[in-house]
C-alpha cells in the first residue's frame, strides 16, 4: 500500500495527532479543488441554461438550489457514515457518487430536459456532501490541534485553484464563439432556435468527461493508501468511554450558542458567495450587451483569482492579528464594494464584484474551523462538522431570493442588496468573534504554555 512511514505518528485522545502526515494531507487537500470545479461549472451552467430553455432568473437558479439541497440533504447520512467507519470511507464513497454524477450527464444531454439536468446536478452533490462533511472536518484534524484552523485554510487554499478550472472548461467546452447565445437565438425561428439549444446542450458534457477521469485517478489513490483515524477515543471502537447518540449530540449542539451562531454565519456566506459568483458572468452580459458568454466568463476567472488571492493576504494578516479581526475588516470592506455594485450603472461595477470575490477567501475555513473549535464535547465532532456542511444550503436559498427580488425589480444590480444584507451580517458575527476572542486570549496563552 502507499503510505508515509509514521512508526512516531501518534493519535492523541482527542482525536488530534502529533504531527500532520505530509502525503495524506496533500491528498486530502486535493479533494477541495474537485468539489470546487463542480460549483463553477454551475456558474456557467445557469448561463447557458437560461437562454436554450428560456428560463426566468428565479428559475435559472433552481441550479444552485438542486446542487446545494444535495449537500444539505446528505450531511447527516454522511456523518453517520464517518461515525460508523472512517473518515476515508466516507470520501471514497463521495468520490463515486461524484463519478456516476457526472456520468449522468450522458443522458442528461441528449434527454436535453432542465429537469434531467437539475438530477445530475443533484447526484454530484449528493457526493460533494460526503467530501466536504468528511474532508472539511479531516483536514482540521490531521495534526496537531494548535494548527487546526491554519490546515483548514491551506486546504482551502486549493479551492479556487479547481473553481479557475471549472471556469476555463465551461469557457472554452461549454461556450462557443460568436454573439451571445440570446443575441444568436432572438434572430431564429422557434424551430430554428430549438434545434440550436439542442446543439449547445451537448456542449455541456465535455467538462464532465475530463472530471470523470480525474476522479478515478484520486479514487485509486485513496483507496492505496493508508490514513490515521483521527477520532477521538470515546468514538472508536472498543472504548470503554460512551459514544454519543444523534438525539443527545442535536440536543447538545441546539444549547450552545456560539455554534448557532456560527450555522446561521456559514449560511448566509456561502449563499453570499454563490449569488456573487452566479450573478457575475450575467452582469457583465446585462451591462456589456457586445459581449458574448465565453469572453464574459473572464470576470469569473478574475474572481476565482481574487478569491486565491484573498486568502494568501488573510492567511498572511491572521499571523499578526486575530481571525476575526481580519473577517471583520474584510466584511466591511466586501459591504462597500456590494453597495457599489448595485449603484454604478457601468462596467467598473463587475470589477467591484471581482473585488468582493478577494474578500470571500477566508471566511469558509475560519468560519467552519472556529465554529467547530466551540465544540469542546469531541465526541460530537463528526455530527457537528455534517451540520456546519448543512449550512451549504444557504447557497440554495439566498441565490434562489436575490434572483426573485431581481424578477420583482427589473433590476439585476439592485438585487444585489439581497447579498450586502448576508455581509452585513457576517460582519457583525466576527465582531461578536472578535469581541470574544479578546476577552479568552489570556486564558489561552496560558493554555498553550501549560
Known sequence: MLCVRNEQLIQLSDGYLNRTPIFQFILLSMLFPLWAVAASLNDILITQFKHVFELSDFASALVQSAFYGGYF??????????KKTTYKFAIITGLLFYIVGCTLFYPAS???????FL???????????????????????????QYSILRLNISQTFYPLGSIAGILLGKYLVFQEGASLEAQMAKMS??????FGLQMLQHTLQPYKYIIFVLVGVLILFILTKFPVCKPVASQKGSSQKSAKVMDTLKYLSSNARFRKGIVAQFLYVGMQV??????????????????????SNFMVYSFAAFFVGKFIANFLMTRF???????????????????????PNMTAVYAAIGVSMLFGPCWATIYAETLEVVKEKRYTEMAGAILVMSI???????ALQEFVSDKLGSMQMAFIVSL??????????????????????AKKMEIVQ
Open 393 to 399: 444550503v444557504g447557497g440554495a436559498f439566498i441565490p
Open 421 to 442: 444584507g448576508c455581509f452585513v451580517y457576517i460582519g457583525f458575527y466576527f465582531f461578536g468573534e472578535m469581541k470574544k476572542q479578546k476577552s479568552v486570549q489570556p
Open 322 to 344: 486575530s481571525s476575526s479581526t481580519v473577517l471583520f475588516a474584510y466584511s466591511i470592506i466586501g459591504s462597500g464594494l456590494m453597495v457599489y455594485v448595485m449603484l454604478v
Open 275 to 296: 449569488t456573487v459568483w452566479s450573478f457575475t458572468i450575467r452582469l457583465a452580459l446585462d451591462l456589456n450587451p457586445d459581449i458574448n458568454e465565453r469572453t464574459a
Open 119 to 145: 438530477f445530475a446536478i443533484f447526484s454530484i452533490a449528493i457526493g460533494l456532501g460526503f467530501l466536504e462533511t468528511a474532508a472539511n472536518t479531516y483536514s482540521s484534524m490531521i495534526g496537531p490541534r
Open 110 to 116: 441528449h434527454m436535453a430536459t432542465y429537469t434531467m
Open 73 to 82: 440533504l446528505v450531511a447527516i447520512p454522511a456523518s453517520i457514515v464517518i
Open 190 to 195: 422557434p424551430t430554428e432556435a430549438q434545434a
